[in-house]
């Protein structure tokens, strides 16, 4: 079974750009999250969606963040326009929708590592 | 807001040494709690989790974490440390239904061999 990935791995960006990040869950999930991590400090939760629906968006620093999840299969997230503290390591985890022995844990990817100059 | 610390930031160990990772967390109902680690340039991977029942906890790679209700605490633990356990740590808590992860700012393990 593929885990679930995330690209670009990297991405360098000049401040008021903007930049696309995107994550594809394990197949058959219904539950995808955007987290992000901060210069070392802790990973904070940003949104999360069921199936192609925003469930809890309270995470979100603010409107420049747009978050995607169209069909309910891979997810976007757009920062437009990307300002300095937006640099950090993007991470999407999934979870299975009910049942199974997986369905109370988070599979995550290998995180975004995003730099705005 | 709930909250989540962890107060060994880096910890340095020999092999063989004994590794006892603290976690602690603000929420005073029922939590749901779990242990992840990320070695280097891998994915956050899960160790170990609890839900309910007995408060010992055994994960993969010999790890064990012991819930204490009383103390908010979920601490980490492994007798004998090897070279490939370097990595960091990551404690979690998820309330009532498993979504919105809060996390410690993690620990860094170094082993030394």
């Known amino acids: 079974e593929a885990g679930v990935t995330q690209f670009p791995s990297h991405s360098v960006i000049e401040k008021g750009q903007t930049v696309t990040l995107r994550c594809d869950p394990i197949?058959?999930?219904?539950?995808l999250y955007w987290y992000r991590r901060v210069m070392g400090k802790e990973i904070k939760f940003l949104l999360h969606f069921v199936k192609e629906s925003k469930q809890d968006e309270s995470g979100m620093p603010n409107n420049r963040f747009l978050a995607e999840r169209t069909g309910g299969t891979y997810s976007t997230l757009k920062v437009q326009p990307a300002e300095l503290e937006d640099s950090g390591v993007y991470f999407c985890?999934?979870?299975?929708?009910?049942?199974?022995?997986?369905?109370?844990?988070?599979?995550f990817g290998p995180g975004t590592r995003l730099t705005v100059l | 807001a709930q909250s989540v610390s962890q107060h060994n930031h880096h910890v340095i160990l020999s092999e063989a040494a004994s590794l006892e990772l603290g976690c602690n967390y603000s929420?005073?109902?029922?939590?749901?709690l779990f242990w992840y680690v990320q070695y280097p340039g891998q994915h956050l991977q899960l160790l170990l989790k609890?839900?309910?029942?007995?408060?010992l906890v055994k994960g993969i790679k010999g790890f064990e974490a012991e819930f204490i209700k009383s103390k908010f605490s979920f601490n980490l633990r492994k007798p004998s440390v090897q070279w490939s356990d370097t990595a960091e740590y990551f404690c979690a808590v998820s309330l009532y239904n498993f979504n919105k992860f809060y996390f410690g700012s993690g620990t860094k393990l170094n082993v030394k061999p």
């Open positions: 197949s058959g999930h219904d539950n």
């Open positions: 929420y005073g109902g029922t939590v749901n």
């Open positions: 609890y839900f309910s029942g007995d408060p």
């Open positions: 985890a999934s979870r299975p929708g009910t049942g199974g022995l997986s369905y109370n844990e988070q599979f």
